[in-house]
């Protein structure tokens, strides 16, 4: 046998065997991403082990003291009251213990095998009511507690009993402890997380990630004191070349003060999103000239196109009812203006509370998709979804800055402009820019929160109460839908948002401006519900997640490919709950995945390893070692 044939062989061998290698990696790429999709078809293999499981913490719960109330750190037991009845709408009355403390209403039934808990956040509360119990005897009393949660339970209890004539009493008292001059207790709550949440957020670190300040846009601290904005935070953005002055002259011009600052640039075309409040314009139509030269400063800041595109999200003949607010065509010449028709924020709280009528307590199965439709819910959320597609498609294919606005500029503004930064930028999908994303655009930005909640506040008809966020989280829901794989976190983070929106346990949605927040001293005495979230984050990470990065979302907002989201609204329902406990599924796949990943990774350098022994060896018969040269035959 020859030399030349031997050294060919060599070579031939070891490309076979780099070859079978990189198959393999392959292979165990594709592995993953099937075993995922399969286990989430096979969970009932696994129904077993998971009723042991089950069993052994009933058994653990039934040693336990079930009567004992798990308290969190700094909250303290107000009043204990025995055989209340929790009048069940779902599985028939129980009776038990009811106990409130300053942070929640805790029942406990051991009438059955299994004990029943009910946990209510006081800060969830919207309203107490007095209701009729009469079949139960006449001296007992009954008491519904209207939620902000979509449920509203009930109780009944004898009056005989001075610590039962107490429990109306205390639950107004804490429920609602700013009409009853306490503090809310999130300033007492004292838990310690490895992470501080509020490091999340630093506007100068997330302008710097846009790229800014650069040459047509600064970093403003004109609003260092909130003279000139006291609802807009400290930093501002805004075009590099517009003096103090004239700053100060286009927020008189604006309500509320509420200047265009920008809220996001494209990294490649600058084309900008920028976010304000309405003109004052007046039944007169009167102009300003600094707010003409502003926009059209914006305009120029963009060389990719010289047009600038107004997104009022008003509907047409509301906001041309209403002594005007508009910007004039003739004024602005540059400037294309398109109505959004979203409605206020009394339609939209109306229509929450007709939903709540449809999924609680009772579902009315045969006209379940008509009682839906007639609540009008989805149709907004489809409204809210148009109005994004349209801005993002705009910055995205037409290169074109942007201006977002409704009337006061905090509500259907966020909604919109933090909608369609979610669609543009990839990095608001991920599990810290999520919450970077809400910190700038609605806490930073002003939304009001204490308003639209209602946070500690007894008075439930208030007509500033609106649940805007809870439609944006929804509008979130439905992306994430559409595209399964492109967000990091999962539907669990979402609900534990929704949950202390409401629960007064962290400082985050508190209060109504930075200002308010930075008088409150929110950051230096309460916790961030980041802290929670991120001490755990594996409990809200999707596993199917692949980072796609400079990806433009574009989801189908027609009400066809909308739905009701379940997982929230009917949660309460113990009739419309998963069989399967879906975020221990989701848990168990992202473990999978990390093990496949580390095999994965460990293949790859194996093949790394035969690709440089390979590389060796044509290495040592190559023309300079003396060797003959390879050719490829043709």
């Given at each position: 046998?020859?030399?030349?044939?031997?050294?060919?062989?060599?070579?031939?061998?070891?490309?076979?065997?780099?070859?079978?290698?990189?198959?393999?990696?392959?292979?165990?790429?594709?592995?993953?991403?099937?075993?995922?999709?399969?286990?989430?078809?096979?969970?009932?293999?696994?129904?077993?082990?998971?009723?042991?499981?089950?069993q052994?913490?009933?058994?653990?719960?039934?040693?336990?003291?079930?009567?004992?109330?798990?308290?969190?750190?700094?909250e303290?037991?107000k009043?204990?009251?025995?055989?209340?009845?929790?009048i069940?709408?779902?599985?028939?009355?129980?009776t038990?213990?009811?106990?409130?403390?300053?942070?929640?209403?805790?029942?406990?039934?051991l009438?059955?095998d299994?004990?029943?808990?009910?946990?209510?956040?006081?800060?969830?509360?919207?309203?107490?009511?007095?209701?009729?119990?009469?079949?139960?005897?006449?001296?007992?009393?009954?008491?519904?507690?209207?939620?902000?949660?979509?449920?509203?339970?009930?109780?009944?209890?004898?009056m005989?009993?001075?610590?039962?004539?107490?429990?109306?009493?205390?639950l107004?008292?804490?429920?609602?402890?700013?009409?009853?001059?306490?503090?809310l207790?999130?300033?007492?709550?004292?838990?310690?997380?490895?992470?501080?949440?509020?490091?999340?957020?630093?506007?100068?670190?997330e302008?710097?990630?846009?790229?800014?300040?650069?040459?047509?846009?600064?970093?403003?601290?004109?609003?260092?004191?909130?003279?000139?904005c006291?609802?807009?935070?400290?930093?501002?953005?805004?075009?590099?070349?517009?003096?103090?002055?004239?700053?100060?002259?286009?927020?008189?011009?604006?309500?509320?003060?509420?200047?265009?600052?920008?809220?996001?640039?494209?990294?490649?075309?600058?084309?900008?999103?920028?976010?304000?409040?309405?003109?004052?314009?007046?039944?007169?139509?009167?102009?300003?000239?600094?707010?003409?030269?502003?926009?059209?400063?914006?305009?120029?800041?963009?060389?990719?196109?010289?047009?600038?595109t107004?997104?009022?999200?008003?509907?047409?003949?509301?906001?041309?009812?209403k002594?005007?607010?508009l910007?004039?065509?003739?004024?602005?010449?540059?400037?294309?203006?398109?109505?959004?028709?979203?409605?206020?924020?009394?339609?939209?709280?109306?229509?929450?509370?007709k939903?709540?009528e449809?999924?609680?307590?009772?579902?009315?199965?045969?006209?379940?998709?008509?009682?839906?439709?007639?609540?009008?819910?989805?149709?907004?959320?489809?409204l809210?979804?148009?109005?994004?597609?349209?801005?993002?498609?705009?910055?995205?294919?037409?290169?074109?800055?942007?201006?977002?606005?409704?009337?006061?500029g905090?509500?259907?503004?966020?909604?919109?402009?933090?909608?369609s930064?979610?669609?543009?930028?990839?990095y608001?999908?991920?599990?810290?820019?999520?919450?970077?994303?809400?910190?700038?655009?609605?806490?930073?930005?002003?939304?009001?929160?204490?308003?639209?909640v209602?946070?500690?506040?007894?008075?439930?008809?208030?007509?500033?109460?609106?649940?805007?966020?809870?439609?944006?989280?929804?509008?979130?829901?439905?992306?994430?839908?559409?595209f399964?794989?492109?967000?990091?976190?999962?539907?669990?983070?979402?609900?534990t948002?929704?949950?202390?929106?409401?629960?007064?346990?962290?400082?985050?949605?508190?209060?109504?401006?930075?200002q308010?927040?930075?008088?409150?001293?929110?950051?230096?005495?309460?916790?961030?519900?980041?802290?929670?979230?991120?001490?755990?984050?594996?409990?809200?990470?999707?596993?199917?997640y692949?980072?796609?990065?400079?990806h433009?979302?574009?989801?189908?907002?027609?009400?066809?490919?909308?739905?009701l989201?379940?997982?929230?609204?009917?949660?309460?329902?113990?009739?419309?709950?998963?069989?399967?406990?879906?975020?221990?599924?989701?848990?168990?796949?992202?473990?999978?995945?990390?093990e496949?990943?580390?095999?994965?990774?460990?293949?790859?350098?194996?093949?790394?390893?035969?690709?440089?022994?390979?590389?060796?060896?044509?290495?040592?018969?190559?023309?300079?070692?003396?060797g003959?040269?390879?050719?490829?035959?043709v």
């Amino acid at each position: 046998m020859s030399p030349q044939f031997t050294k060919t062989n060599v070579c031939v061998c070891v490309c076979v065997c780099v070859c079978v290698c990189v198959c393999v990696c392959v292979c165990v790429c594709v592995c993953v991403f099937v075993t995922c999709f399969c286990l989430m078809s096979m969970c009932d293999l696994q129904v077993s082990r998971r009723t042991n499981l089950r069993q052994a913490f009933k058994d653990v719960r039934r040693q336990a003291p079930m009567d004992e109330v798990p308290l969190v750190p700094g909250e303290t037991i107000k009043t204990s009251v025995k055989d209340v009845m929790y009048i069940c709408p779902f599985t028939g009355a129980v009776t038990g213990t009811l106990t409130v403390t300053d942070y929640k209403l805790y029942f406990v039934s051991l009438e059955r095998d299994t004990p029943f808990i009910l946990d209510v956040n006081l800060g969830a509360i919207s309203r107490l009511e007095t209701i009729s119990v009469q079949s139960l005897g006449e001296n007992t009393s009954g008491l519904e507690i209207v939620c902000k949660d979509m449920r509203s339970p009930r109780f009944a209890y004898k009056m005989e009993e001075q610590s039962n004539l107490e429990i109306l009493e205390v639950l107004t008292k804490y429920a609602f402890p700013l009409s009853n001059e306490l503090s809310l207790f999130a300033f007492q709550y004292k838990e310690q997380f490895p992470e501080d949440g509020w490091k999340v957020y630093d506007p100068v670190a997330e302008y710097k990630r846009m790229g800014l300040p650069n040459e047509s846009w600064t970093i403003s601290k004109i609003n260092s004191n909130y003279e000139v904005c006291d609802t807009y935070p400290a930093l501002l953005v805004t075009p590099t070349s517009i003096k103090e002055d004239e700053i100060k002259r286009v927020a008189s011009f604006r309500v509320k003060h509420r200047i265009p600052v920008l809220s996001w640039i494209h990294p490649e075309t600058q084309a900008t999103i920028v976010r304000c409040s309405k003109p004052m314009v007046g039944p007169t139509d009167r102009r300003c000239k600094e707010d003409e030269h502003y926009l059209q400063t914006i305009i120029d800041a963009n060389a990719q196109s010289h047009k600038l595109t107004i997104f009022d999200a008003r509907q047409n003949i509301v906001a041309k009812a209403k002594d005007g607010g508009l910007e004039n065509e003739n004024f602005y010449p540059n400037m294309d203006l398109n109505f959004l028709e979203i409605p206020n924020i009394h339609v939209m709280r109306e229509s929450l509370r007709k939903l709540k009528e449809v999924v609680y307590p009772t579902i009315d199965e045969p006209h379940w998709h008509s009682a839906i439709d007639a609540t009008h819910w989805l149709q907004y959320i489809r409204l809210l979804l148009v109005g994004a597609v349209k801005i993002a498609d705009k910055v995205e294919s037409s290169k074109s800055s942007v201006v977002v606005h409704c009337s006061d500029g905090w509500d259907r503004t966020a909604q919109l402009t933090s909608l369609s930064m979610l669609m543009l930028d990839s990095y608001y999908r991920t599990l810290r820019g999520f919450q970077v994303l809400l910190e700038k655009e609605w806490i930073s930005f002003g939304h009001k929160f204490a308003a639209r909640v209602g946070h500690g506040d007894e008075n439930h008809a208030n007509s500033e109460r609106s649940p805007l966020f809870v439609q944006f989280i929804d509008c979130v829901w439905q992306m994430m839908r559409q595209f399964p794989t492109a967000f990091e976190f999962n539907e669990l983070f979402l609900i534990t948002i929704l949950d202390h929106l409401y629960s007064c346990l962290f400082g985050t949605f508190l209060y109504n401006s930075e200002q308010e927040r930075v008088e409150k001293e929110v950051n230096g005495k309460t916790v961030s519900l980041w802290s929670y979230i991120n001490s755990q984050s594996e409990d809200f990470t999707n596993p199917f997640y692949v980072d796609y990065e400079n990806h433009v979302l574009y989801p189908v907002a027609s009400i066809r490919h909308l739905e009701l989201w379940i997982g929230y609204y009917v949660r309460w329902n113990p009739r419309m709950r998963p069989q399967m406990p879906v975020h221990q599924n989701l848990k168990e796949l992202l473990y999978l995945r990390a093990e496949l990943q580390r095999k994965v990774e460990e293949l790859q350098k194996e093949a790394s390893s035969s690709h440089s022994i390979s590389s060796s060896s044509e290495h040592a018969y190559s023309p300079s070692n003396g060797g003959t040269p390879l050719h490829t035959s043709v």
